[in-house]
């Protein structure tokens, strides 16, 4: 029988500093979040360290085209994506058209897709020697590329388009989550003051969604600056291109961490501009009571330009560049399929495998800290350790390779100058490296899943256990962790697909010869070898359709009032029934 009188187990304080107690859980955030944030650190350093005028160099001759170049980046994938994503997110969570049902996952479905894929697949159709341009010159009888124009696909627009068709879904995903859980009350008085269903879209939905849409822009535009492979095989002079260019091919690492800080001034210039936008402003739902939304039933060519509008986006960031890819990897899989793709492809898996356990583990950590200790402390250092997602990846893999280098240099001589042992580069050089990387990136999907999920366990499950005798250590494992594991599923594998996907920083931090399915793809694409390399893009994108899945089932039933939040709520609160006794 258990005794409900038990001495609670009380959490052991190491130490204390003023009115703020410390037990392991905040010391171990406190270290975490130091250990995650030393690479950004070592950034703002070595841009102080000597660069041999590097910067006067940089500043007059390419400098100017880093800045302007990645500024239209930014500023041509910021209107495709939100175009297109607040288009279709209302198209299809608000109107009912033929297909509308299928659009709502399948506009998800350009997420699984590597921004640098669909580059690769599309300059294989349109460049001069594609078959578009093949067909062009047979039915117009051009011969040489001087007798007609055609856009460039090796460009900045090329760049824009590509990263548009791949990123649109962030946009999409938190638009179309802001308009289910709107109020319908708010659309109803709209519509009773006269306004049409595209008038109360343009002057209700869109500014009661505006939180949503710019934290989905923001982060489209996050990955833009973030992206490599494909600035890097259209030639396109862009900040993360140019920092790759500088360390090494100049090889001045200061040079290049001066260039990752301009880059980072970018991104916080971001984040700054869209919360001072939103300053003094709030967002309320004026009403508790939700029911399903009304849905506008559209007919004739209204109905057949949104079919179109939504197709499109699936179509040409999905469907295509897959199906070529599908067809190449059938085409040439006895070339491609080898003991090396097997490899790389073990490669990929153990070092996001084991990258994503690894986030779990310390997302976890870090959220039940949140929970126990309330004070500023653990949340500004678990606040600063989720910093790594908002920084470019080649801006982290400079900071990571400086710091984990430092680290091995001093402890050789430590070794060597105690014990006249020679202990090499131990974590420089090597996959720890890579991992490190990793997990400084992409530590933030893992910590902000799984603490949402926290989030939505009542406090008095804490009580209840502390009454039981349990410690927090026995309360998350007994109690939270049952109640999460949705939260954590989730957690690991949007960390898994992210790290399979992930090239800046697989390329600047692998070991030497070490490839994975990212590194050998680009390699055999950037050479002309798109054939070659098709089954490992394939396997790639593969491996992010389950988290497509995942977030579109948990979108659709996110709207409070939904017919299925409604029968779990129903059932929750349904009186106990008495159980069937056979006679």
Request: charged share 15%; hydrophobic share 50%; aromatic share 12%.
């Amino acid at each position: 029988m258990t005794d409900l009188a038990a001495k609670p187990k009380q959490r052991q304080n190491l130490f204390s500093f003023g009115r703020v107690s410390f037990d392991c859980w905040s010391v171990g955030t406190i270290i975490i979040a130091a250990l995650i944030a030393m690479p950004i650190v070592t950034v703002f350093i070595l841009a102080l360290s000597p660069s041999d005028d590097i910067w006067h160099h940089l500043s007059t001759t390419v400098l100017p085209d880093y800045i302007f170049t990645t500024l239209g980046l930014m500023l041509g994938v910021g209107i495709g994506t939100l175009i297109i994503g607040v288009g279709t997110a209302w198209l299809a969570t608000m109107c009912r058209f033929p297909g509308q049902q299928i659009f709502q996952w399948a506009l998800l479905l350009p997420l699984a897709v590597p921004a640098y894929v669909t580059a690769y697949v599309y300059t294989d159709i349109f460049e001069f020697a594609g078959p578009v341009q093949q067909l062009l010159r047979e039915i117009f009888g051009w011969k040489l590329a001087r007798d007609y124009w055609f856009p460039e696909i090796r460009s900045l627009g090329g760049a824009i388009t590509m990263m548009t068709l791949v990123l649109y879904p962030y946009v999409y995903l938190l638009s179309r989550a802001a308009f289910l859980e709107q109020s319908v009350c708010c659309l109803e008085v709209s519509r009773t003051l006269g306004r049409g269903p595209w008038r109360s879209f343009f002057t209700v939905a869109i500014p009661l969604a505006r939180p949503a849409i710019a934290i989905g822009l923001t982060l489209a535009l996050m990955e833009t600056l973030n992206d490599f492979g494909t600035v890097d095989f259209f030639a396109v002079s862009t900040f993360t291109a140019g920092i790759y260019d500088v360390w090494f091919n100049m090889n001045n690492r200061a040079g290049a961490a001066q260039l990752a800080i301009v880059l980072l001034t970018f991104v916080l210039i971001l984040i700054y501009a869209e919360r001072r936008a939103r300053r003094g402003q709030q967002y309320y739902h004026t009403s508790t009571k939700y029911r399903e939304l009304p849905s506008h039933k559209l007919r004739g060519h209204k109905a057949a330009l949104a079919f179109i509008a939504c197709l499109l986006p699936v179509c040409l960031g999905f469907f295509l560049p897959v199906a070529i890819l599908v067809n190449y990897a059938l085409d040439y899989y006895e070339h491609a399929f080898s003991e090396n793709l097997l490899q790389f492809a073990w490669h990929s898996l153990t070092l996001s495998t084991l990258c994503a356990v690894l986030a779990v583990l310390i997302g976890l950590f870090m959220a039940y800290s949140v929970r126990l200790g309330h004070h500023k402390v653990i949340q500004f250092a678990t606040r600063f350790a989720s910093i790594g997602y908002a920084v470019p990846g080649a801006v982290l893999a400079i900071g990571t390779i400086i710091s984990l280098s430092t680290f091995d240099h001093a402890l050789n001589d430590f070794m060597k100058l105690t014990f006249n042992i020679t202990v090499g580069l131990l974590l420089s050089g090597t996959i720890v490296a890579v991992i490190f990387g990793y997990l400084v990136r992409f530590l933030a999907l893992s910590f902000g899943t799984i603490e949402a999920g926290l989030t939505k366990v009542t406090p008095n499950m804490d009580g209840a256990a502390r009454t039981l005798g349990q410690g927090p250590g026995a309360t998350l494992r007994r109690v939270h962790l049952p109640m999460i594991k949705a939260s954590i599923l989730t957690a690991g594998i949007l960390v898994f697909v992210d790290c399979m996907k992930e090239l800046p920083i697989t390329i600047l931090l692998r070991p030497f010869n070490y490839e994975t399915l990212a590194t050998y793809v680009h390699q055999f694409a950037s050479d002309g070898l798109l054939e070659e390399s098709a089954l490992g893009a394939v396997t790639i994108v593969a491996a992010g359709i389950l988290p497509v899945i995942i977030l579109s089932r948990t979108i659709r039933f996110s709207r409070p009032g939904s017919k299925q939040i409604q029968r779990e709520v129903d059932y929750q609160h349904a009186p106990p029934q008495s159980p069937e006794v056979p006679v």
